[in-house]
């Protein structure tokens, strides 16, 4: 059975997208993993750019709101929010046994500048949820190791 694994962040447009999709594409079957935002709004154009350059594909995806999960009475193991405090604050309080998280990242919806420069900063972004997915993912292996 898979790890079951939600991304919370505000607008679901830009962070949680992030990690959901290096998640998948880490984690491989390991991971059923999803993503949703507190107030849900719409896909950031730079980080479908960016995935898009990465061979992933989500420019027809819609965003999810948090609370239709909890609504639906959805589960999971892991309940990882990727912005500040306050939205780990806000974030729902799933049933089970769920493992909270907080990875903080700077939000691509706030970056100002020329559309090279705000690339240049989406991009910073990426590398900081590869490194925490990769983390996330070597821990997970070590802990479910069968000798």
């Known amino acids: 059975m898979s790890t079951r694994v939600l991304f919370v962040c505000t607008h ?6 992030l990690a959901e999709e290096y998640l998948r594409k880490i984690g491989g079957e390991r991971f059923q993993v999803e993503s949703a935002g507190l107030e849900p709004g719409t896909l950031n154009p730079y980080v479908v750019t960016l995935l898009a350059e990465d061979g992933i594909e989500i420019s027809a995806k819609k965003t999810n709101d948090v609370f239709d999960f909890f609504k639906q009475g959805r589960q999971y193991d892991y309940v990882i929010t990727v912005c500040g405090k306050d939205t780990d604050a806000r974030c729902p309080i799933f049933p089970g046994k769920v ?48 000798d």
């Open 99 to 146: 493992v909270r998280r907080n990875w903080p990242f700077d939000d691509p919806s706030t970056f100002t500048g020329t559309p090279e420069q705000i690339m240049g900063r989406v991009r910073e972004v990426r590398d900081q949820v590869l490194a925490r997915i990769n983390e996330f993912v070597q821990e997970y292996a070590e802990r479910h190791r069968t």
């Open 12 to 17: 679901n447009s830009a962070r949680s997208q």
